[in-house]
């Protein structure tokens, strides 16, 4: 038996996936197609014996550490998401790898149950052969390379797509593969400067962006019958709040619609504009304002949301908050708001909050606790975006917790912070744009998994977000109450940046040509979220309608938060 070690660790671990086989298979049908799938499976199967009696030990121990790393990213993937890992996926966590720690620590429990199962085929590949076979060596060693390179020629010719069902351990390394490739081939230019023509004045007023970190517009007061209080429903006195109502988001993640909401790229050509056209902060240096970054997310200095060095060299105060605990970021940011809306000097201010993105365990005081019961306290108080959800199994009753302790951050990070502004600023000379990255998908429906947002197959709640536009009332600003009844409920984040360029003073006409329509002429939005934001190899976008209809909201609130207690 010890002899055949190696083969039996092989079969177990390829046996793991008979069920992700046998999905594919079904989903192929039993004709042609499944005779090319077939053979493709026994082709990648056949290379992977072969690795596994490659006859130097130094050889067969790197092949067994690439296929063991390779397998068990791709096993996690599945377990945290229950969904397939796609190339765009792949490309979306390529580019959030400056995350790794975090999330390496948020999904402790998935890369474990991965690297125990994907022991069964480090040893299946890397332990020593004990009979002979009758192949040269160097076809040993060739085999699994010819394999990778055979997987990413054909997802090459399809755009990305094919492996689906395909031994598992391949699949990441022809991803890289194809992103190697994009990443020497797909070059579009250099950033190009500010171009568009403004007559208008200088700007002597705020302009302000607030970003909030996954906040679903179905879960606020301003558009459920029963969301959580946000303080954005009445206006104080003196202001004028817009509530657009919902909207729809670029993306279901964050760094692809953060960076186009800097970038002002169009459902059309986001690509493009997002790589080569001015950023936000080269429209408001060349219209005279100062600009200004709030980070409550990260700290040291990290960048994130695709954000570079050269971008950031446009950004004249880059502020974060090192010394503050996650819980009171929001309120450190609102503080800082605050301080810049009272000092008479016209900024664009661009906000990105810390939200509601999980862990939402520890993300409020206890004073807000008035969503029970609610997940358990004081794991995560230091984590800002990821966490282990420690004790949740993404059963019904875990997502009921959930959404409780969610709501409750709704209370402190939405609520509390716009209570402080409105209280403490002066809004006489401001206007400000508040929306989120994305929705969330907090499982009203009992859909498998553990993800809220990013899936590949999202339900139409990841990309509802909130868009109110709040200012002074005397400001000199676009008449936004004339097409409000046109674009409430129908508008997306591509109106924010036309928006944005419109109040800064830049000639609506060129605007509207490059970036679309602002939020000041009826939108005629297409209310589409896209998720497959990094679609490559000639694939397209693909995009989610949003149907308002079908939108689940939150039940009746206990009487101490109808209140406003």
Known sequence: MFKYAKELFLVAYLLLFSDYYLERLNAIGWGFNALVFGAMFLALTFALYLSAYIRQALVRHAFALTMFAAAVFFDVYTRVTADYLRYSDFVSLVYSGGFIQEAAYQYRDAILRAVLSGLLLLFGIGLKPRHALFIPNTLRVAAPVIGVLMLSGLLFLRAGEGARGLPIMYTPLAYLNLFAYEALHDTVGPREPVTLTRAAPAIDHDIVLIIDESISGNYLDINAPFGVHSNLKQAPAGVDVFNFGYAASIANCSADTNVTLRYGGTRADYRRINSTLPSIWQYAKKAGLGTVYIDAQRTA?????????????????????????????????????????????????????????????????????????????????????????????????????????????????????????????????????????????LHERGNPGLNTHCGGDPVEEEGLVPLVVIQGRGLQTPDWAANLPANKDRSSHYNIFPTLLQVMGYDLAGIEAVYGKPLSMPTADEFTFNYRFNARLGAKPEWKHIDLGSIVTPERAPASVASGQ
């Not at 950004?315 to 970021?329: C, E, H």
């Not at 984590?383 to 282990?388: I, S, Y």
């Not at 409750?408 to 939405?414: H, S």
């Open 301 to 441: 200095g990290n960048l994130q949301n695709l954000m570079t060095a050269a971008e950031k060299n446009d950004i004249d105060s880059f502020v974060q908050f090192d010394q503050t605990s996650v819980r009171d970021r929001d309120m450190a940011a609102a503080a800082k708001l605050i301080e810049l809306l009272n000092d008479d000097h016209a900024e664009l201010i661009v906000i990105n909050k810390v939200g509601a993105h999980f862990p939402v365990h520890d993300k409020y005081p206890d004073a807000f606790m008035a969503y029970r019961p609610t997940l358990p306290r004081g794991q995560f108080t230091e984590v800002a975006d990821t966490g282990e959800r420690a004790g949740f199994n993404g059963q019904p009753d875990d997502w009921v917790l959930y959404r409780n302790a969610y709501k409750n951050t709704l209370l402190w990070n939405v609520g509390e912070f716009f209570a402080r502004v409105f209280a403490q600023a002066n809004l006489n000379n401001a206007l400000l744009i508040y929306t989120s990255d994305h929705g969330q998908d």
